[in-house]
């Protein structure tokens, strides 16, 4: 809550724009029930198609419609809900790298002489920590948004329709609930791995680059150049861990 309640506030200067792209992905996420409602009567108007042809095709065809329109409505709202959020999104990005970088250079000598604080870390914290920073505003709220109204208006339409299947349905939500949990915990994990491996490959790079004289004059282009390639493994390894588990799990849910 306070992770949230902090990147709130460097939004402050864009409400509007926030309770707007509330109110887009909230909508956005109504369409998906939308769709499934049309679905059955078109399901059904096709199951019952030799009752009345000509009815049926005047049915299908309004059907259809409605389906581009649906559509199309789905694609502009996605667009502007990628367009808000990804505002919002560099906005605070631009003022949390401003702050970091104003922190760094307010920081003791001897802070910098840890060797995790190299030029190459810092620099990694500055591009890559404060661009997950804006994923968190355009992925995760805004997509969570989306699904929840999606669940909450999917199960009011499935219990109107039909109530006993629902009940079904309803109870293995909590094994999504699990899976789901489990598969951003693995998440987690792997990309904290990860960020550690790009940082010191990052370190390398950087040294080699200013000292691109001495690597130049020993002739360790190669060296420096395999060096860098054996660091890059590790996280390869782990995306694809990562990428074979994140699919198992969701293929559980």
């Given at each position: 809550?306070?992770?949230?309640?902090?990147?709130?506030?460097?939004?402050?200067?864009?409400?509007?724009?926030?309770?707007?792209?509330?109110?887009?992905?909230?909508?956005?996420?109504?369409?998906?029930?939308?769709?499934?409602?049309?679905?059955?009567?078109?399901?059904?108007?096709?199951?019952?198609?030799?009752?009345?042809?000509?009815?049926?095709?005047?049915?299908?065809?309004?059907?259809?419609?409605?389906?581009?329109?649906?559509?199309?409505?789905?694609?502009?709202?996605?667009?502007?809900?990628?367009?808000?959020?990804?505002?919002?999104?560099?906005?605070?990005?631009?003022?949390?790298?401003?702050?970091?970088?104003?922190?760094?250079?307010?920081?003791?000598?001897?802070?910098?002489?840890?060797?995790?604080?190299?030029?190459?870390?810092?620099?990694?914290?500055?591009?890559?920590?404060?661009?997950?920073?804006?994923?968190?505003?355009?992925?995760?709220?805004?997509?969570?948004?989306?699904?929840?109204?999606?669940?909450?208006?999917?199960?009011?339409?499935?219990?109107i329709f039909e109530w006993r299947t629902s009940l079904v349905a309803l109870g293995l939500i909590p094994f999504?609930?699990?899976?789901?949990?489990?598969?951003?915990?693995?998440?987690?994990?792997?990309?904290?791995?990860?960020?550690?491996?790009?940082?010191?490959?990052?370190?390398?790079?950087?040294?080699?680059?200013?000292?691109?004289?001495?690597?130049?004059?020993?002739?360790?282009?190669?060296?420096?150049?395999?060096?860098?390639?054996?660091?890059?493994?590790?996280?390869?390894?782990?995306?694809?861990?990562?990428?074979?588990?994140?699919?198992?799990?969701?293929?559980?849910?």
């Open positions: 809550d306070d992770i949230y309640s902090r990147l709130f506030s460097y939004a402050s200067d864009s409400k509007l724009l926030f309770a707007l792209g509330i109110f887009v992905a909230i909508v956005n996420g109504l369409i998906f029930p939308a769709f499934s409602v049309f679905l059955s009567k078109m399901l059904n108007i096709l199951i019952n198609f030799y009752l009345d042809k000509e009815q049926a095709r005047k049915d299908v065809n309004v059907y259809a419609l409605i389906y581009f329109l649906l559509g199309l409505f789905s694609f502009f709202v996605n667009l502007l809900q990628m367009v808000i959020f990804s505002n919002i999104g560099q906005t605070i990005t631009q003022k949390i790298r401003y702050q970091t970088y104003g922190k760094m250079l307010r920081m003791p000598i001897p802070w910098f002489d840890n060797p995790k604080n190299n030029a190459g870390n810092l620099t990694s914290k500055l591009s890559a920590d404060c661009k997950n920073v804006n994923g968190l505003i355009t992925t995760f709220i805004a997509i969570t948004l989306q699904n929840v109204t999606s669940l909450v208006a999917g199960i009011v339409i499935a219990f999504m609930i699990i899976a789901g949990v489990v598969q951003m915990q693995f998440t987690t994990g792997f990309s904290d791995k990860s960020d550690a491996a790009y940082k010191e490959s990052s370190q390398l790079i950087m040294e080699s680059m200013m000292n691109i004289r001495t690597v130049s004059s020993f002739g360790y282009e190669n060296v420096v150049f395999h060096k860098y390639e054996q660091k890059l493994k590790e996280p390869f390894e782990l995306a694809i861990k990562k990428g074979n588990c994140s699919g198992l799990l969701f293929g559980f849910s």
